[in-house]
Each structure stands twice: as C-alpha cells, then as structure tokens.
C-alpha cells in the first residue's frame, strides 16, 4: 500500500501533485452540481407537462368566449340602437330632459353621444306627470316652446289646473263649434215618416223612384227560363244584363224585398 | 516551480468561485418546480372554473330572443305613440 501512494509523489513534485488534486475536486464539483441542476430541471419539465396540459385546457374552453361576446354585444348594440332612435323619434328635443329625469347628469352625454345639441331641462323637476301626459297628447301645445325658455310649469298643489290653464279651450271657439243634434219631437230637421218599411216611394233627388219590377232579377249564370232543364247551363253574360238596373241601389244586388 | 504553486492558488480560487455559481443556479433550479406545481394547481382550478363557459351559448341565444322582443316592442311603441 505504501508503494502505492507514495510511488506518484515520488514521481513528481508536491506542486504539480496538488495541481491534480485540485483540478479532480473541480470537476467533481462541476459534475455534483450539474448532476442535481439536471434532476431539479427534469422536475421542471415534467410540472411544465402538467401546466402545458391545464393550459391547452383553458385556451380549448375559452376559444369560442370571443365570438359569443362579439354576438351578444352587437345584439345589444342593435337593440340599443333601436331603442335609442325610438326615443330620439318620440321624445323630440325633450329626449335629453327625459334622460336626465331618469339619470341625472346623464342628459347632456346623451345628446353629445347621439349627435343632438340643445339645452338639457330635467323633464322630472319641470313638470309634473300630469302635464307631461297632457303635452305628449296636445301637440303643438304652447307647454312644447315654453318650457325651454319661460318658469317652470309647475302647480304642485294643483297640477290639474295648471294643466287645464294651458289648454283653456280645447277644441277652438265654443261659439264656432257646431252644436250638438237635437232628436226627439222638437228636433229641428224631420225625416219623412214611412208607412211601408223597406219600400222607398222617393228617390235622394226627390223624383219618384220607378216601380219594382215583377220579375226577379236571376243572378248571372243561372237560366232564366221557366222550363227547368235539369242540368246546370253556364251562359256567357251578355253586357245587357251585366249592366246594372236604373232602380237598383244596392251594387251587390237587389235588397230582399225587391226580389 | 514557483509558477506552479501560483497556478495551484489560482485553481483554488477558481474552484471556490465555480462552486458559488454552481450552488446559486442549483438553488435557483430548486425553487421552481414548487412554483410550476402551484402553476399547475391553479390552471386546473381555472380550467374547471371555465365549465361555465359554454352557459353563455345559452345566454347568446337569450340576448337574441331578448331583442327580437325588444324589437317588437319598439315596433308596436312606434305605431301606438305619436313622433315629436
């Protein structure tokens, strides 16, 4: 054993043996580091299969999330749009009012966002329910230029009269309206009583309406004559009798009782 | 000879620094597969809570019902309510 470990020191200096030794302990360092480095990354690998997988999982689910979104947000839109055009249609230049009733402060970005310019009064503070109602019925009522520029029109107690201030005539001059008809016995235009109901001896233009003629008038198709043939003939009209009777009043055919 | 011994000091110095840098990038090896592991816990915890994705198929279609009546509703306020 001596022979052994003696034998390379013997062979060569000190220097150069620790040379050696030094140089052998690096690369074991370098391969027991290395070595481990490997184990831990091949760890690493094998975790990152495992997230890789979850991943492709998420990205397989959340795919088609896009489209769906895009779908619904333009239904939305088109909704939206729809609606807004409706009350933009409806509303007229109160539609920011309106707006602003309902949301406040959100009045004025309405009408910036729909391209509409104009001063935004909060249709909720300026009228009460009642007049609103009244003037979306009477349009071009005074209430639809007034309330831009004069006081509010408000009667909190008595709405209703406020209301009926502005529409003190409905319907023009009450002398200028017709009146009303008057029936009964003292009603001032009469009609002729008749005493054979159905039968009208005067024509509208008062000229005596023609006698009825005795025989019916067949309707088009059918044979006239008196001989029953048995069978059904179909006839051609002829523009005599296609034209209609002088006396005849109904275009559908003579009445029941002139038959 | 004395080219030797120096040679020797360097190799010692060299070896005290490689084994430094060769700790470091092993600890730092070390400390990632906790962290991968937790990556893959929570995409996994995401893929399962992304099953509730496909409800929104359903919610689509529920929009597109929505403002087809929307739709007729608006029609029908347009023909019942005067314009401005």
């Not at chain 1, 150069?16 to 690369?27: G, K």
């Not at chain 1, 959340?62 to 409706?86: C, F, H, K, M, Q």
């Not at chain 1, 005596?208 to 069978?231: N, T």
Request: charged share 15%; proline share 8%.
């Amino acid at each position: 054993m001596e022979t052994v470990f003696v034998a390379p020191i013997a062979f060569m200096s000190l220097a150069v043996f620790v040379m050696l030794v030094l140089i052998t302990a690096i690369i074991a360092a370098l391969a027991l580091f290395l070595g481990a480095t490997i184990v831990q990354l091949v760890k690493i690998n094998r975790g990152l299969a495992i997230v890789i997988g979850a991943v492709g999982e998420i990205v397989a689910k959340t795919a088609p999330v896009n489209g769906v979104l895009d779908a619904i947000n333009s239904n939305l839109v088109l909704g939206r749009n729809l609606l807004e055009n409706l009350f933009l249609k409806k509303g007229g230049d109160d539609c920011g009012g309106l707006v602003e009733s309902v949301f406040p402060g959100e009045g004025a970005k309405f009408l910036q966002r729909v391209g509409r310019r104009g001063p935004v009064v909060n249709t909720g503070t300026v009228y009460t329910r009642g007049v609103v109602i009244l003037a979306s019925l009477g349009r071009g009522a005074p209430i639809g230029a007034a309330h831009a520029k004069g006081p509010a029109v408000r009667d909190a107690q008595y709405s209703t009269t406020a209301a009926s201030m502005l529409y003190p005539r409905p319907g023009g001059d009450p002398k200028a309206r017709p009146k009303s008809p008057v029936v009964g016995s003292n009603a001032p235009q009469k009609y002729e009583a008749t005493a054979t109901p159905g039968v009208r001896p005067t024509l509208r233009d008062g000229s005596p309406a023609p006698e009825p003629s005795a025989a019916p008038d067949m309707p088009m198709g059918r044979s006239a004559s008196p001989e029953p043939s048995g069978r059904v003939e179909i006839r051609q009209p002829d523009s005599a009798a296609a034209a209609p009777a002088p006396n005849r009043l109904n275009v559908k055919g003579k009445r029941p009782w002139e038959r | 000879m004395i080219y030797l011994w120096v040679m020797n000091i360097i190799l010692v110095v060299a070896a005290v620094l490689l084994i430094g840098l060769l700790k470091g990038v092993l600890d730092a090896a070390k400390s990632i597969p906790p962290t991968v592991d937790a990556i893959a816990g929570v995409g996994a915890a995401i893929s399962k809570d992304l099953d509730a994705v496909v409800v929104l198929l359903t919610t689509q279609n529920y929009i597109s019902q929505i403002v087809g009546s929307v739709a007729n509703y608006g029609g029908s306020l347009d023909v019942a309510l005067p314009d401005a």
